[in-house]
């Protein structure tokens, strides 16, 4: 391994290498984004480096003056740009923001409503993710392949038979919206608290492009910042609901899933949420017209995109069947190799098959939209793709062809100031 300051050399290497490799591939990750400048240069402040336990004011540890202020500021942008009651930029995931809900909502044995691993549900939902740590009985709502969505009769059926104290919407391959104005009266009848994970669909939300959670009924609204909000790794929670449910929601989350929350990133959140206010509404708009414009053109490729019925996808994500064409593990692990970064993803009716053999993949296009990518570039991505997999081109023609329509679109968009996306930011010196 050679001796330790080759070694802490080696690491950097690495880090140049994998920038490289994104600044030259497509990347289709429905789940990954990419941050300002502004947001990165918050990733390496002091506020990295410090302990703020609990809520602004109420602090175990000196030195936090400033930083009550950027957290207080934080919260009162995201209560601004979602019109949300309540908010708390704390959670370092979606999965902790998750955890911190579960923690704040449910005791031990409550019955929970969640979506189908096999309609997209998250893992944080499943069994033996999250909602089975904290031992809640779980139960599914039934998913419909044909409209790509919750099957609102059966959740109805489903609610009224089980009474949960929690009924959860959101998904990780997340479509069309969930059925919350359907389910309404449902939710009324049997008491249940809303729960809507807005992982996938926060930036989405933001910019006003999917349906408005808070506004249909959920009270309590978590989510991931790094997905279609493009911010950092980290997470959220919003709520629209009386003081007393907040306050077991925050307790949830401190002290009962965080102990210290990241505070570099938290601002980095922050600086994202003023981006957004300014330029979320064209993004998120721009997301979904090049999700639809990459939908239709694989389609007339001949490739099985989910969703036929109503336009494919009103979202980033599209969903597409490969099984005829190797299954979703080869596809994607090909595509790999061209320079074509995507999931393999679980479809509906894929019950008894294991999430490592799946028969669909699973497109995001919120990066490549951020790049500056437009219609003509998901035509000719659907294009790439479709010859990878059918057509007898070597990986090296594809990934070259891929790499020079990437190196076109280096600029992050939709932030205030410029950056080269995939550069990397050489910051030690006199190594
Ligand atoms: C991604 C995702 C999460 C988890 O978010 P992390 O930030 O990866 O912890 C939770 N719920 C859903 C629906 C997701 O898609």
Partial sequence: MGNPRESALKIRDMARRHNR?????IPLIASE?????LAMEMLLTDFGSRYAEGLPHQRYYQGNQIVDEMEEYATELLRRLFGSRFADPRPISGTVANMGVIYGLTKVGDPITVPDLSGGGHISAAKFGAVGFRGLDASPYPFDPDTMSIDPDGARKLILEKKPKVALFGQSVFLFPAPLKELSDTFQEVGCRVWYDAAHVLGLIAGGKFQDPLREGAEIVSGSTHKT???PQHGVVL???DETVWKHVQRGLFPGVLSNHHLNTMAALAVTTA???EF?????SDIVDNAQALAEELHSLGFRVLGEKRGFTESHTIAADVSEMGGGKEVAEKLERCGIILNKNLLPGDQGKKSQDPSGIRIGVQEITRLGMGKSEMKEIASLIHRAITKNVTDREISESAAGLKRQFPEVRYCFGKLHAYEYPEFAKGI
Wanted: charged share 20%; no cysteine; proline share 8%.
């Fill in 239 to 241: 709520g629209q609901s």
């Fill in 275 to 277: 981006e957004e206010m």
């Fill in 280 to 284: 979320g509404r064209k993004y998120a």
């Fill in 21 to 25: 490799l994104f600044g030259d591939s």
């Fill in 229 to 231: 909000f493009p911010g």
């Fill in 33 to 37: 984004n990419i941050m300002s400048p």
